[in-house]
Each structure stands twice: as C-alpha cells, then as structure tokens.
C-alpha cells in the first residue's frame, strides 16, 4: 500500500461521477507492447475532456454532487497493489493512527489523530502506483486490480474505524473533486513496503 497523508484542519469531496474507471490495469497490460503507445493508454486528462466535468466551488460543494467533509484530522490518498493483503493494511492503520504529527500545547508534533479526537477522509487512488520512467504518459499497470484494490482500501478504512476513528469515504473508482486545508503544511507518505520486517 502507498498513502499521502496531509494534516488538515478541514476537508471535503464532491463526486463528480460515481462510473467506475475502465480497468486501467488490463487496458495497461494490453497495449505494454504498442509501439505507438507511450508506456499506458489511461490519461487523467483524456477522462477529465470525455467526462467534460463541471467546475465546482469547493468552499461549498453542496450543489449537485456528492458531498463529504471532515473537520480538523487527516486526509488519505490510498494506493493499493495486488501484493497487498491483512498484514499491509493492520501495519497500515495501526501506523496511522499512532503517528504523532499534531501539535501538543508546547507546538510540538506529539499527538496523534487518536489523541486529537481528529477524522480521516480516505480516498482510493490507483495514481500513487503511476510509473513514469518512460514517455509523457504513466503507466499504472502495478496498480492493484479495481476489484482487489477495493477489496483492501475497505478493509484499511474498517481497521482505522476498529481504533475509534470516524472515517469518511471517497466512491472507489469515481471522479471526484478534494478540497482541503493543509495544517502546516504537513504532508507524508508512506509505503508499506518499507515497513521493517521480522
């Protein structure tokens, strides 16, 4: 698992459009070899023309979409891959949850999300898993598959839940439009794939 963290005092999401993205994956994997493809055939730009998506104020996004918000806490760009399983995802949460990164009364990033009685607003994005090491357009074939990657991005936000953590959702595989506050900034990643090991 790959995740964005950013401290805010406040978020929000509109869904824009809740059709799920084509199987960017097998789209990948279907044209690795085309000569005349750049490295991937899904482009955030060609989804955002076709969609011909609205614009949204995001300091009131109560029109017609889909709306979420959460106060002061945490704000989770999630990427999953398809090596992930229970053991990514328990790491993942307990990691989260614990990581001291809010101010204590002395300025000093000491307390946790727990601690500040904060929320998180998790949403799924198969992007963190883009590789761009060849040609102008990223390939996310290490992406996990949609419906494994929406299997562990619901297991990960039940775990942070299972912590006493309110946890607000973005629609896995939607176009969706995030505003937030970053407090600080404060903005971390983290892969699971660096966790230490024995």
């Known amino acids: 698992m790959r995740i964005v963290l950013q401290r805010v005092r406040g978020a929000q999401l509109s ?40 614009a949204y104020d995001m300091s009131d996004p109560s029109g017609d979409g889909d709306s979420r918000r959460i106060g002061t806490g945490l704000l989770l760009l999630v990427g999953v891959q398809d090596s992930d399983g229970d053991a990514e995802v328990e790491w ?3 990691k989260i949850a614990h990581m001291r990164i809010f101010e204590d009364a002395a300025g000093k990033m000491n307390r946790s999300v727990l601690e500040e009685h904060g929320s998180v607003l998790s949403v799924s994005q198969f992007t963190l898993y883009a590789d761009t ?23 990960f936000n039940a775990e942070l839940r299972a912590y006493g953590i309110p946890v607000a959702e973005g629609v896995f595989g939607a176009h969706m439009l995030v505003g ?8 971390i990643i983290l892969d699971s794939d660096n966790r230490p090991t024995g």
């Open 180 to 187: 937030l506050e970053n407090d600080g900034p404060v903005t």
């Open 92 to 94: 993942m949460a307990h």
């Open 15 to 54: 869904v824009v459009d809740d059709t799920e993205t084509d199987d960017v994956t097998a789209n990948d994997a279907n044209n690795a070899n085309d000569p005349n493809n750049d490295t991937g055939n899904h482009n955030a730009t060609d989804t955002h023309e076709q969609m011909n998506t609205p």
């Open 133 to 155: 090491r060849k040609g102008n357009r990223p390939s996310f074939t290490k992406a996990g598959r949609p419906e494994h990657a929406d299997t562990i991005w619901n297991a």
